[in-house]
């Protein structure tokens, strides 16, 4: 006997991608539904590459009521009025967005790094997916931490328009097009142009100055891996369709070499390191897309501190910053708890 599957959200960038690892990953699942808001109701969406096609549900009037786990990749908005009717029906909730991420009462899970922490699920039957920034931080920084124990992290962020949604993506498109055509590029949804330009703000500025994304990275980080762990970023939009980039600084209590930090990294859970010292000898984020793995290149010490060391970080934001690690968190749920199929 398999799960009941419910993807909300399925028709956005995320939901769609969920629904294609659902299927590349053969998750045990019964039956799978596609759930969206009043506008998507009707719609067809592909289950992967399986040739099914499902006929996406109308959030308003969905019944969560014998499904087993929602994926939800719909906003803060729909999230807080519907996630809390899923749980409250019996459903588990694996949530992408940021509205729970810092409850006390809902584990903030990346499975290679925590998975311990998913056993706090049931205080409120929903488990939260951290920022996709954040996300592939951790899986590098997790395994460099068990060998020599991170005391900062200085991180700077290079975030596709992907991370903003099909807007951001249309945007970074139409102005491109515009500039070869000799047109004005104007901003719509981004502060400033987006093509062939970067932009040093994502979300909301705070009182410090810092953006809420920078924010999210720290409080995240912390709650994911430890509150001794400093760490500061800086979050920058560039004009790339697809794929997060991480150039990150680190310092450690106990000496760690270039060489031992990179046979750990190799080693690994959802890693691959690709780190040749030559000319192209590292990956970019067009070689991430539509690939699992938190990439690692440019491994090497920094002689500014005692025991430091810079690693480029890059990662397929809608895959293991969002979707994958969604599916990741529901099927180590399942081995650990639910025990199905």
Same mark, same amino acid.
């Given at each position: 006997?398999?799960?009941?599957?419910?993807?909300?959200?399925?028709?956005?960038?995320?939901?769609?991608?969920?629904?294609?690892?659902?299927?590349?990953?053969?998750?045990?699942?019964?039956?799978?539904?596609?759930?969206?808001?009043?506008?998507?109701?009707?719609?067809?969406?592909?289950?992967?590459?399986?040739?099914?096609?499902?006929?996406?549900?109308?959030?308003?009037?969905?019944?969560?009521? *014998?499904?087993?786990?929602?994926?939800?990749?719909?906003?803060?908005?729909?999230?807080?009025?519907?996630?809390?009717?899923?749980?409250?029906?019996?459903?588990?909730?694996?949530?992408?967005?940021?509205?729970?991420?810092?409850?006390?009462?809902?584990?903030?899970?990346?499975?290679?790094?925590?998975?311990?922490?998913?056993?706090?699920?049931?205080?409120?039957?929903?488990?939260?997916?951290?920022?996709?920034?954040?996300?592939?931080?951790?899986?590098?920084?997790?395994?460099?931490?068990?060998?020599?124990?991170?005391?900062?992290?200085?991180?700077?962020?290079?975030?596709?328009?992907?991370?903003?949604?099909?807007?951001?993506?249309?945007?970074?498109?139409?102005?491109?097009?515009?500039?070869?055509?000799?047109?004005?590029?104007?901003?719509?949804?981004?502060?400033?142009?987006?093509?062939?330009?970067?932009?040093?703000?994502?979300?909301?500025?705070?009182?410090?100055?810092?953006?809420?994304?920078?924010?999210?990275?720290?409080?995240?980080?912390?709650?994911?891996?430890?509150?001794?762990?400093?760490?500061?970023?800086?979050?920058?939009?560039?004009?790339?369709?697809?794929?997060?980039?991480?150039?990150?600084?680190?310092?450690?209590?106990?000496?760690?070499?270039?060489?031992?930090?990179?046979?750990?990294?190799?080693?690994?859970? *959802?890693?691959?390191?690709?780190?040749?010292?030559?000319?192209?000898?590292?990956?970019?984020?067009?070689?991430?897309?539509?690939?699992?793995?938190?990439?690692?290149?440019?491994?090497?010490?920094?002689?500014?501190?005692?025991?430091?060391?810079?690693?480029?970080?890059?990662?397929?934001?809608?895959?293991?910053?969002?979707?994958?690690?969604?599916?990741?968190?529901?099927?180590?749920?399942?081995?650990?708890?639910?025990?199905?199929?």
């Amino acid at each position: 006997m398999g799960y009941k599957v419910a993807v909300v959200g399925a028709t956005g960038n995320v939901g769609r991608e969920m629904l294609n690892i659902l299927a590349e990953r053969e998750f045990p699942a019964d039956e799978i539904a596609a759930v969206a808001s009043s506008r998507s109701t009707g719609m067809d969406v592909e289950f992967g590459e399986t040739g099914k096609m499902l006929k996406v549900k109308n959030i308003e009037h969905f019944d969560f009521s *014998g499904w087993d786990i929602a994926l939800f990749a719909a906003g803060s908005g729909p999230t807080k009025e519907y996630a809390p009717k899923a749980a409250a029906a019996g459903c588990v909730v694996i949530d992408n967005s940021s509205l729970y991420r810092m409850d006390p009462d809902v584990p903030l899970i990346v499975p290679e790094v925590n998975p311990e922490a998913i056993d706090g699920y049931k205080k409120r039957n929903i488990i939260a997916n951290p920022n996709c920034s954040t996300a592939q931080m951790v899986v590098a920084l997790k395994p460099l931490h068990d060998a020599a124990k991170i005391k900062r992290v200085v991180v700077s962020t290079y975030q596709s328009v992907s991370g903003s949604g099909k807007g951001g993506m249309d945007e970074l498109f139409e102005q491109s097009r515009d500039i070869f055509v000799g047109d004005q590029a104007t901003p719509k949804q981004f502060t400033k142009q987006i093509a062939f330009n970067v932009i040093p703000h994502i979300d909301v500025f705070l009182d410090d100055g810092s953006t809420k994304e920078e924010w999210k990275m720290v409080v995240e980080t912390k709650k994911i891996m430890g509150a001794q762990i400093k760490l500061t970023a800086t979050c920058v939009r560039v004009p790339v369709f697809v794929g997060h980039s991480e150039s990150i600084n680190i310092e450690f209590e106990e000496e760690l070499s270039a060489k031992d930090a990179s046979k750990i990294l190799r080693e690994a859970p *959802g890693i691959m390191l690709v780190d040749k010292r030559e000319d192209g000898g590292y990956v970019t984020p067009v070689e991430c897309v539509g690939d699992s793995a938190t990439y690692i290149s440019r491994v090497r010490e920094d002689p500014t501190v005692e025991n430091g060391l810079n690693i480029w970080c890059v990662s397929d934001n809608l895959r293991k910053g969002a979707a994958l690690n969604a599916v990741q968190i529901a099927e180590l749920l399942g081995r650990k708890h639910l025990q199905k199929g």
